[in-house]
Antibody
Framework: EVQLLESGGGLVQPGGSLRLSCAASGFTFTSYGMSWVRQAPGKGLEWVSGISDSGDSTYCAESVKGRFTISRDNSKNTLYLEMNSLRAEDTAVYYC???????????????WGQGTLVTVSS | EIVLTQSPGTLSLSPGERATLSCRASQSVSSNYLAWYQQNPGQAPRLLIYVASSRATGIPDRFSGSGSGTEFTLTISRLEPEDFAVYYCQQYGSSPLTFGGGTKVEIK
């Protein structure tokens, strides 16, 4: 069974940093691109960042460019999102999502984690 | 960036009725790389349809997708109680990936 388990969310002050992790199991992690998708409270879905199967190619939304960094450790089957200079508008549930191909860019998502809540507030 | 506009915002229907949801793109979606997701309250989204009209694994055949270019439709032929949820379209033909604002299907 494919499973994605996010961790690392919490309350952080504006300007602070946080690192999210997503532990993957039940599939060949090294064969698929992965992404982070977020959902602000009561709002819709927003793609944040994607990474190819090898980790060589990464992509991110303009709203987080220069502040967030996606990475993966294929030896640990784990996806990461390093978030710096956090703002109130980054408050959201962050989902780890598995792509259906090796690409980090042209992805549709066939499996999602349960999400981890990030709250940016003083 | 491709903007996806979903309509209506809310659809009020009864179980057994047919639901028709629309997703309009601001420019043509490359290779019809358009997906639909269902999201229930407090849960993660679930992939229903990809490449505009292909059903994902395990999705009942009452769900169907159609369309091309800039106009796409998700149809639920006969609503079951578990189908009352929020539905999102997503394009993955161009970067950045974008989602529509969602359509809520509620019980009338």
């Amino acid at each position: 069974e494919v499973q994605l388990l996010e961790s690392g969310g919490g309350l952080v002050q504006p300007g602070g940093s946080l690192r999210l992790s997503c532990a993957a199991s039940g599939f060949t992690f090294t064969s698929y691109g992965m992404s982070w998708v977020r959902q602000a409270p009561g709002k819709g879905l927003e793609w944040v960042s994607g990474i190819s199967d090898s980790g060589d190619s990464t992509y991110c939304a303009e709203s987080v460019k220069g502040r967030f960094t996606i990475s993966r450790d294929n030896s640990k089957n784990t996806l990461y999102l390093e978030m710096n200079s956090l703002r109130a508008e980054d408050t959201a549930v962050y989902y780890c999502a598995k792509g259906q191909s090796s690409s980090g860019r042209q992805q549709r998502f066939d499996c999602w984690g349960q999400g981890t809540l990030v709250t940016v507030s003083s | 960036e491709i903007v996806l506009t979903q309509s209506p915002g809310t659809l009020s229907l009864s179980p057994g009725e047919r639901a028709t949801l629309s997703c309009r793109a601001s420019q043509s979606v490359s290779s019809n790389y358009l997906a639909w997701y269902q999201q229930n309250p407090g849960q993660a989204p679930r992939l229903l349809i990809y490449v505009a009209s292909s059903r994902a694994t395990g999705i009942p055949d009452r769900f169907s997708g159609s369309g091309s270019g800039t106009e796409f439709t998700l149809t639920i032929s006969r609503l079951e109680p578990e189908d009352f949820a929020v539905y999102y379209c997503q394009q993955y033909g161009s970067s950045p990936l974008t989602f529509g604002g969602g359509t809520k299907v509620e019980i009338k």
